[in-house]
């Protein structure tokens, strides 16, 4: 069970599943991120995956953006259809955990909320109760190099133990085992992908005065990277 959302229900909830390896590993390679970065990003990378199935909107684009006092500032872009990057920005840059979400969608316009918390599983928990404001319980996880985001969504109408519903879905569903009372609704197929492209930072490039230009230039050539997935870009001038 690896580069999916699985959806599913039980009892009188939605559960997401998602799934991330090969997508991290292509975050991080870029990035040459190693250790603890990389199961950090790996596990942003599975949240912002799971906020983004989440949405009705079928446009939508998340950008998920997480700073850890010793660890660092994290940022990682999921897509509704399934494409997927992320990146470390800097070393840590405050006293205290933040977990700032921001949504693009396209009917209704972007929203951004923010939570702190200590780490990154009371992040994850203060954004959906604080945030998103809504009944869910989540674990985002990695096991045998395997990014995971597991929530289970509580409809309206008769509640039902969303902990236990979660914990059955975490321990059984990495294993592909469907735990009794859970029904499969859909999965859908999740990839390392960006919408940057060489042209359009060209014509960034292009754009900028002479002198500002000839500042960024080094033995006659600008180097950029990519702000959603660290790609390089070298421009001769």
Aim: aromatic share 8%.
């Amino acid at each position: 069970m690896t580069e999916q959302v699985s959806k599913y229900m039980a009892q009188n909830a939605r559960i997401f599943c998602i799934s991330l390896a090969d997508a991290v590993t292509r975050s991080a390679t870029l990035n040459h991120l190693h250790g603890e970065d990389v199961s950090v990003l790996g596990r942003l990378e599975a949240f912002a995956c799971c906020i983004a199935a989440l949405q009705k909107d079928e446009r939508a684009s998340i950008t998920a953006r997480l700073s850890l006092p010793s660890v660092g500032v994290f940022s990682a872009t999921a897509e509704k259809d399934g494409m997927i990057r992320g990146l470390k920005e800097s070393p840590a840059d405050g006293m205290e955990g933040t977990l700032e979400v921001t949504l693009q969608l396209h009917l209704r316009g972007n929203y951004t909320g923010m939570v702190c918390g200590s780490d990154l599983d009371e992040l994850v928990r203060n954004y959906f109760s604080q945030s998103l404001q809504i009944s869910a319980a989540c674990r985002v996880f990695e096991k045998n190099g395997v990014y995971y985001c597991i929530v289970a969504e509580q409809l309206p109408g008769v509640s039902c133990a969303l902990s236990e519903i979660c914990t059955e879905a975490w321990e059984k569903l990495p294993l592909e085992i469907l735990p009794d009372g859970f029904e499969f609704l859909e999965s859908t197929p999740l990839r390392f992908g960006c919408t940057c492209s060489r042209g359009a930072l060209m014509r960034f490039v292009s754009s900028l005065p002479p002198e500002e230009r000839e500042d960024l230039s080094e033995d006659g050539k600008i180097v950029t990277h990519c702000n959603s997935c660290g790609k390089k870009y070298v421009f001769e001038l």
